[in-house]
Nanobody, 126 residues
Framework: QVQLVESGGGLVQAGGSLRLSCTAS????????MGWFRQAPGKEREYVAA????????YYVDSVKGRFTISRDNAKNTVYLQMNSLKPEDTAVYYC???????????????????WGQGTQVTVSS
């Protein structure tokens, strides 16, 4: 079982940037797709972004396209979420997740993730 630890959250003004990191231990994640989710108070969890194990494919929810970038550094067993032009509606707890299957040729759906981090709070003030 892989353990995932997120970091990089915090308080930022609207228009600012943050970079979230997700470092894995217990398993080499280079052959697994990885994703970021978020959950705001009173709202359902939202699938924000994903990156394939081959790095060639990515997914973004429409609301973050052009502002967020997901990337990975397999040598560091780490996945990143660069968040620019942040808006108050981006405020949420952000979670990193790992695909339960390795070498998936398509990006995983929301229910395909089997390991989760504890989350990191992102708060964007207006």
């Amino acid at each position: 079982q892989v353990q995932l630890v997120e970091s990089g959250g915090g308080l930022v003004q609207a228009g600012g940037s943050l970079r979230l990191s997700c470092t894995a231990s217990g398993r080499n994640i280079s052959n697994y797709s990885m994703g970021w989710f978020r959950q705001a108070p009173g709202k359902e969890r939202e699938y924000v972004a994903a990156i394939g194990w081959s790095e060639g494919i990515t997914y973004y929810v429409d609301s973050v396209k052009g502002r967020f970038t997901i990337s990975r550094d397999n040598a560091k067993n780490t996945v990143y979420l660069q968040m620019n032009s942040l808006k108050p509606e981006d405020t949420a707890v952000y979670y990193c997740a790992a695909d339960r299957n390795l070498l998936r040729w398509s990006l995983p759906g929301e229910t395909d993730f089997g390991s989760w981090g504890q989350g990191t709070q992102v708060t964007v003030s207006s």
